[in-house]
């Protein structure tokens, strides 16, 4: 079991550009959340993909949008790009209808740079 | 918001129980306390969950005051390896569209 995988590990764009972050969950997840991380602090909720819709989201503004595919995978699209996206992203995957711990697994992260 | 209080930092001996402390006043009937670890560059790591009994696991034990409003996450013998921000949220569980929503944590540093 992979576990989830996110990609790319690292990234540096500069501000106005567009990035696509990608996820792959845990094998049997069916759940997706996004959580952004920045420096010193703890993560913070973005959003959350259930059968291919956002079902939840944080306060973050609409240049943040994702996807979700029917393989359960995701991806985070931030458009026009300032110095304060730049942080650690976090992808997280859960299982929506079978009873275990009730936990998140998370990714390593994708650590974007806005230069 | 934040719904927990946790020391920012705490030192723990190698090979001794570390007991790291959280304050959730307003917690209510069906949420339950979750503890998370995140080891510098990693993602953050389930450690235990529980809503009035205390819990344990191989990693840990979570310790509920009877009134519900504040708890204690147990390593019983902390090693290097442990060294981690600490994060004890409040949350329904984690089914439909519920999250988790992260404080600062507690950042321990296990001595040798």
């Known amino acids: 079991d992979a576990g989830v995988t996110q990609s790319p590990t690292h990234l540096i764009k500069t501000r106005g550009q567009q990035v696509t972050l990608r996820c792959s969950p845990k094998?049997?997840?069916?759940?997706v959340s996004w959580y952004q991380q920045a420096l010193g602090q703890g993560p913070q909720f973005i959003f959350q993909?259930?059968?291919?819709?956002?079902?939840q989201r944080g306060n973050f503004p609409d240049r943040f949008s994702g996807h979700q595919f029917p393989n359960y995978s995701s991806e985070l699209n931030v458009n026009a790009l300032l110095l304060g996206d730049s942080a650690l992203y976090l992808c997280?995957?859960?299982?929506?209808?079978?009873?275990?711990?009730?936990?998140?697994?998370f990714g390593p992260g994708t650590r974007l740079t806005v230069l | 918001d934040a719904k927990t209080t946790q020391p920012p930092s705490m030192d723990c001996a190698e090979g001794r129980a570390a007991n790291l402390p959280c304050n959730h006043s307003?917690?209510?009937?069906?949420?339950?306390v979750y503890w998370y670890r995140q080891i510098h560059s990693q993602g953050p790591q389930y450690i235990i969950h529980?809503?009035?009994n205390n819990e344990t696991n191989e990693m840990a034990s979570l310790i509920i005051t009877e009134d519900r409003k504040s708890s204690t996450l147990i390593l019983p013998h902390a090693t290097l390896r442990d060294t981690a921000v600490y994060y004890c949220?409040?949350?329904?569980?984690?089914?439909?569209?519920?999250?988790?929503?992260f404080g600062t944590g507690t950042r321990l540093t296990v001595i040798p």
């Open positions: 997280a995957s859960s299982s929506e209808g079978i009873a275990r711990r009730n936990e998140q697994f």
């Open positions: 094998s049997g997840h069916d759940t």
């Open positions: 993909y259930y059968e291919e819709e956002e079902r």
């Open positions: 307003t917690i209510s009937g069906n949420e339950y």
């Open positions: 529980g809503l009035k």
């Open positions: 949220i409040v949350s329904l569980l984690l089914t439909g569209a519920n999250n988790l929503f």
